[in-house]
DNA sequence: GTCGTAATTATGCAAGTGTATAATTTTAGC
DNA sequence: GCTAAAATTATACACTTGCATAATTACGAC
């Protein structure tokens, strides 16, 4: 007869932080770090603001939380494909270049993080910290790959020519990353890592289009 | 005797505006749009806050006259360069893209502001516009260089395929315009423009390194 | 069952926010 | 010099912000 609805369901611990951490990527995402407010959050996730204090220490704290989360989710994204291939170089530096331009990777959320990050990541330390690390992670695995390609097609390249090559394969890859994401209607579907292939097939040197 | 010192000076409306505008870009480049208040905008113009109001109608007033003035001004320095020159079409988008790859293009003011308003300019409508015209003008003048350079050596290139190579293109400028901005001690003063020529020229099939 | 503890909510507070309006001060025109 | 209008400052207000602390609630251990 009496109504014993819930007013609340107990969730394990992990589960909380990865909704909360959630909450604040899509709305960081939406309206930048300081747009990200604490009742937002709370709100979105489905909470009262009280419970994030429980969980984190503090608002900074629950931000860099999520960037780490974040990160290191792009980094697997990037990672699996080119890394789980047992073909050629050549074969693992098409996956790399095709997972790196294409969804999930290729998102307009991702693409608002980053830029609302940005700020945050150039002045703190911590947050920098991170950054660098999975930057010069992507672009070692770059050059490494681009490496064995050219190696196999039997080129050697010194190391001066090959960090040149890599940075400029990198910013083809970025530039297109940020125009598919910041402008998702203007490209087709397909678009993007075929134009990725091409360039970097052309600045390496090597066809990356043709099946091997 | 008496201290007559002015309490404040009188300035030109289009004067005002500006330093107005300026402090506005320096606070949104630090601290976001929302890090940007009015009241710190106040102080780093030199001005009490009720002054931002007899300028602008409203703090998103003053918000977007900014973004406006700021890529008013982007726009200016790069198509200086390119269009001034008399020399080939070749030696023109060698002009242009150097002069993208360089400061004060590449700076890391500008890359905090592009990472700042993205968010706005995704959701108001009136920046949104700014942003496409902007954007979609300097692909355009980017596209219609390549298409001038091939022509001049003989090539005949097809719409389609010109698109494709003009977002390339556009994309490694982007991308290392970006890396330039966010990572100012990652490269040597000339190897960004360097690295552009080179992967520019291996995109449309032109060496555009060599000195004509 | 009941009980204690931890998760969750509820409430409150001081500081910061944009904006509105009134009070001053400068400066140009006569 | 005087004066009036415009530029600038000064003050106030309602609202949001992050954070702290107290009051509830759920749920496993016994």
Redesign the pocket.
């Known amino acids: 007869m009496a109504e014993e609805r ?6 394990s ?1 992990q589960a ?1 932080r990865e909704a909360l951490i959630c909450a604040t990527l899509e709305l960081v995402a939406e309206h930048g770090v ?1 747009g ?5 959050i709370a709100e979105r996730a489905d ?5 994030i ?2 969980y984190f220490s ?3 704290d629950l931000i860099t939380a999520a960037y780490e989360y974040h990160m290191t989710h792009m980094t697997d994204l990037t990672e699996a494909p080119a890394s789980q291939l047992q073909g050629t170089a050549r074969d693992r530096l098409v996956a790399f270049v095709e997972a790196s331009l294409t969804a999930p990777v290729v998102d307009p959320q991702s693409i608002a993080l980053w830029a609302s990050f940005l700020n945050k990541v150039q002045n703190d330390p911590a947050m920098k910290a991170i950054h660098a690390r999975t930057y010069a992670d992507f672009r070692d695995r770059l050059e490494a790959l681009i490496a064995a390609a050219l190696g196999e097609a039997g080129q050697v390249t010194e190391a001066g020519q090959l960090r040149h090559l890599a940075i400029a394969c990198n910013a083809v890859i970025d530039g297109l990353w940020l125009e598919g994401g910041a402008l998702p209607d203007a490209f087709e579907p397909d678009e993007l890592p075929k134009i990725g292939l091409i360039s970097v097939g052309a600045i390496v040197g090597l066809n990356l289009t043709h099946s091997s």
């Not at 819930?6 to 969730?11: G, I, L, V, Y």
């Not at 990200?36 to 937002?40: K, P």
């Not at 909470?47 to 419970?51: F, K, P, R, S």
């Open positions: 819930r007013k609340f369901k107990r969730e611990a909380r300081r990200a407010t604490v009742r937002g909470v009262t603001q009280g419970l204090r429980h503090s608002k900074e």
